[in-house]
C-alpha cells in the first residue's frame, strides 16, 4: 500500500494563514526653517507638503483660501491685502539643466508686522544664497532684518528679480552666435536651435509678462511697506521693465534670424532648383534628337557611317549653345 503524503506543519510562531503586517511608516514632520533677529522672523519652507501646512496654521492663522492657493498650481501673480498681512505670488524663470528649458518657479509671500514666510515651489537659487548667508553671518543678518518686514520683502524679490539678467545675457549670446552661424553658411544646422530660442523667449515672456500687474500692486501696497520703501520697490519695477524690454528685443531678434534664415535657405533651394532646370533644358534636344532617329522609319543618313557621329556632334553644338546661353543669362 502506497504511502500517504504527510500534512505541513505550520510554522511555530506565527498562525496558520496569517499575512506579517507591514510596519507603518514613520510620520511625515515639518521641515520650517527659520531665520530670527530682533524680534523678526523669517520663515523659508521649499516645496511645501500637508505636514508644514499642518505646522504653519498652528503659528500663522492665514486665511484658508490663501493656503489653498499655495497648495494648488498654477496661480497667476497677485497681490491680496488683509488686516493682518498681506499674501504676494510672484513667479520667475527658473533653467532646468536636465531637460534644458525653461519653467516658471512660483514663489508665495506672507508678510506680517514681524515676520516673512517665503514658500517656494521648486528650489530658487537667490533665496537659498539669502537664506544660508542670513544664517551663517551675523553681520549679513543684521542688516538685513533690521529695516522690518517690507525691506525683507524687498530684498528676497529684489534678487529673484536680478537672477534673470545671467539668464537674459546667455540668451543674447545664444543669439549672436545663431546670427554668425546663419552668415557663415550653417544654416541647415541652425533650424533646431534657433527653434529652441524662440521657445525659451516665449517661455521667459510668459514667466514675466502678467508679474509687471502684480509688482506694480506690491509698490503701491502701503501696509507693512513704509512709504520710505517706495523707492527700492519702484527699482523693482524698474528692473522688470528692463527685463521685458531686453525680451521684446529678443523676439524681435530671433524672429529675423528665423526670416533670414529661411531666406538663406530658399535661396538654396533654389539654386538646386535652376541646375535642375538647366540640365532638363540641355537633355530635352538630345532625347528630341535620339528619339527621332530611334523611330522604325528610315531617315537620311542611316546607311551612312558618318551619320552617327554627325549626329554626336549636333547634339554636342546644342548643349554647348545651352550653356553658353544660360551663362550669359546668369542662370548658371
Known amino acids: 500500500m502506497p504511502s500517504l503524503p504527510k500534512p505541513r506543519l505550520p510554522r511555530a510562531g506565527r ?155 546667455k540668451l543674447g549670446n545664444k543669439l549672436e552666435q545663431l546670427e554668425d552661424d546663419i552668415f557663415e553658411g550653417r544654416s541647415k544646422e541652425v533650424v533646431r536651435d534657433i527653434s529652441n530660442a524662440k521657445q525659451e523667449i516665449i517661455n521667459f515672456r510668459k514667466v514675466v509678462r502678467p508679474q509687471r500687474a502684480a509688482l506694480k500692486d506690491l509698490e503701491r501696497t502701503k501696509r507693512y511697506l513704509p512709504e520710505d520703501l517706495d523707492i527700492y520697490f519702484d527699482d523693482i519695477n524698474d528692473a522688470n521693465e528692463r527685463v521685458w524690454d531686453m525680451l521684446e528685443n529678443f523676439k524681435e531678434v530671433v524672429e529675423g534670424l528665423e526670416s533670414t534664415n529661411e531666406s538663406v535657405l530658399s535661396h538654396e533651394v533654389n539654386d538646386v532648383l535652376r541646375v535642375l532646370t538647366a540640365a532638363s533644358a540641355l537633355l530635352l534636344p538630345m532625347t528630341l534628337i535620339a528619339s527621332i532617329f530611334g523611330m522604325n522609319v528610315r531617315v537620311p543618313g542611316q546607311d551612312e557611317t558618318s551619320g552617327f557621329w554627325v549626329v554626336i556632334a549636333v547634339m554636342l553644338v546644342l548643349a554647348a549653345g545651352l550653356v553658353y546661353l544660360f551663362r550669359r543669362r546668369r542662370w548658371l
Open 15 to 169: 498562525p496558520r494563514g496569517s499575512v506579517a503586517a507591514a510596519a507603518p511608516a514613520p510620520p511625515e514632520l515639518p521641515r520650517l526653517e527659520t531665520v530670527a533677529h530682533g524680534g523678526l522672523r523669517w520663515v523659508n519652507v521649499e516645496r511645501p507638503t500637508q505636514a508644514d501646512r499642518t505646522a504653519l496654521e498652528e503659528h500663522f492663522p492665514f486665511h484658508p483660501l490663501d493656503y489653498e492657493d499655495v497648495f494648488s498650481r498654477n496661480q497667476r501673480p497677485k497681490v491680496d491685502e488683509y488686516d493682518e498681512y498681506l499674501f504676494v505670488v510672484l513667479h520667475f524663470p527658473a533653467y532646468d539643466k536636465q531637460i534644458k528649458r525653461l519653467n516658471v518657479a512660483e514663489l508665495d509671500l506672507f508678510v506680517g508686522p514681524d515676520y516673512v514666510v517665503t514658500l517656494p515651489n521648486t528650489p530658487i537659487p537667490p533665496i537659498e544664497y539669502l537664506f544660508s548667508r542670513a544664517e551663517r553671518d551675523p553681520e549679513f543678518r543684521e542688516g538685513l532684518f533690521a529695516k522690518g518686514a517690507g525691506y525683507l520683502l524687498y530684498r528676497i524679490v529684489d534678487s529673484c528679480v536680478d537672477a534673470s539678467f545671467p539668464m537674459l545675457r
